[in-house]
């Protein structure tokens, strides 16, 4: 088992910056790629963007795309997400995730991962 918990959520003002971080620990040798999702209240849970661990590719939301950057330090099993130039519409609780070695299907559905941290909300005001 992979745990996860994120730090670094908070609230600002449109067009500010925040960085969520994400500590994994556990099984962390079976972890293949780490990921961010949020919710918004009343809507699904979307994905934010994804990192694979070992090449680090990455892959963002077209929503996300130009204003957040995923990275990873591989050393101490940390994953970042860099927010900037934020709006309103990325008010939500944004969730850390993790999915396992040999994971299928898409790395953007939520089925790819096995292991999900308790997440932290960011709020953004116009």
């Known amino acids: 088992q992979v745990q996860l918990v994120e730090s670094g959520g908070g609230l600002v003002q449109a067009g500010d910056s925040l960085r969520l971080s994400c500590a994994a620990s556990?099984?962390?040798?079976?972890?293949?790629?780490m990921g961010w999702f949020r919710q918004a209240p009343g809507k699904e849970r979307e994905f934010v963007a994804a990192i694979t661990w070992s090449a680090g590719h990455t892959y963002y939301a077209d929503s996300v795309k130009g204003r957040f950057t995923i990275s990873r330090d591989n050393a101490n099993y940390m994953v970042y997400l860099q927010m900037n130039s934020l709006i309103p519409e990325d008010t939500a609780a944004y969730y850390c995730t993790a999915a396992r070695l040999y994971a299928t299907g898409a790395i953007g559905s939520p089925q790819y991962y096995q292991s999900w941290g308790q997440g932290t909300q960011v709020t953004v005001s116009s």
């Open positions: 556990g099984s962390t040798f079976s972890i293949s790629a």
